[in-house]
């Protein structure tokens, strides 16, 4: 643990006890240089080293004390993290702004998983504790002594701390993970929303498109006539106040016809061709000699005609 970081590892004790000499031969495995169990283990072979003929047991019970308590500290740092954005969900509402995002659903999802190890990593330790317990017993004389009844009530401790711990990380994992759906059904429902509202203002703009629509048809006629009587293919009289026109009016109305009927023209072909013209400006997906031999013998890029680009797999005879 370094400033409220907390990182998991493991270590390995390999203990063999010879029944015939009572001697034992440890080998500890340790993840970290200088950790807490290595001072002890050194203090007690320092001021203790006699103990360690009596009790066969003694770095076990040492390694037990010493790791066994920082889980109830992890969990307690892990609940303490969990716990304000717990509430945080729980007060939270659909149609206000939320304190709460996809950031926050990462971190829960995170705790989910850590509380989910705990109780793993518990159980072997109960494990552990039971074969411990068998050998004491089986090591044990038909009348144990006050020591190895001693040592058997820790183990029970020991025993218990553990399903008490894995009992805990249970609970918040599946509080967790309620929590975590919560928050996801709240952030998907807040897009619905936001969905809807988007909506709306796109109604909101159609009705003020078609609105602007009416009114240029309204005004295209007049537009129409003023645009025509302000050529020069017509003049107004002042002897005889009248309008006089040109015999070359014709040439506005052959360009206009011929301008429109092409315009229509180009927009039938278009529809026919359902989007020739932009396929061939799209790139090409090349089919290497390998691709033949599949079933799947090529692959094209299309664009369709909604102005929507996608890729289409179409299965060709070999």
């Known amino acids: 643990m370094s400033a409220g970081k907390w990182v998991l590892r493991q270590s390995g004790l390999y203990h063999r006890y010879n029944t ?3 001697q034992s031969i440890y080998i500890l495995l340790n993840p970290m240089p200088r950790s807490q169990l290595q001072e002890q283990v050194s203090a007690h072979l320092r001021d203790r080293p006699h103990t360690t003929l009596i009790d066969p047991f003694w770095l076990h019970r040492l390694l037990l004390s010493t790791h066994l308590p920082a889980w109830r500290q992890y969990i307690a740092a892990q609940e303490k993290e969990f716990l304000p954005k717990a509430n945080s969900t729980f007060a939270t509402f659909i149609d206000e702004p939320l304190r709460l995002g996809y950031d926050t659903l990462s971190t829960l999802v995170g705790l989910q998983n850590r509380f989910l190890q705990v109780p793993v990593i518990m159980e072997h330790t109960t494990e552990l504790l039971d074969e411990l317990k068998g050998w004491l017993v089986d090591l044990s004389d038909p009348h144990p002594s006050q ?10 401790n020991h025993k218990r701390h553990c399903q ?3 009992r805990s990380a249970e609970y918040l994992q599946r509080r967790a993970q309620s929590v975590a759906q919560l928050l996801s059904d709240t952030l998907s429902f807040r897009d619905q929303v936001e969905a809807k509202i988007q909506n709306g203002n796109m109604i909101q703009l159609n009705k003020s498109a078609v609105f602007i629509t009416a009114l240029t048809l309204l005004y295209l006629p007049s537009s129409f006539v003023a645009s025509i009587f302000g050529m020069n293919f017509f003049d107004y009289d002042m002897d005889t106040r009248r309008i006089v026109g040109t015999s070359m009016v014709w040439i506005y109305v052959v360009a206009s016809v011929i301008l ?8 039938y072909w278009l529809l026919k061709r359902d989007g020739a013209l932009f ?4 790139p090409k997906v090349r089919v290497t000699a390998d691709w033949v ?11 369709t005609n909604r102005g929507n680009a996608g890729v289409e797999l179409k299965e060709l005879p070999i």
């Open 20 to 22: 015939m000499t009572s």
């Open 147 to 156: 020591q190895t009844i001693n040592l058997g009530t820790e183990l029970r």
């Open 164 to 166: 008490a711990y894995a």
């Open 260 to 267: 429109t009927s092409i315009t229509m023209l180009f927009y």
């Open 279 to 282: 396929k061939s400006l799209a």
């Open 293 to 303: 031999q599949t079933p799947f013998a090529s692959m094209t890029r299309r664009l």
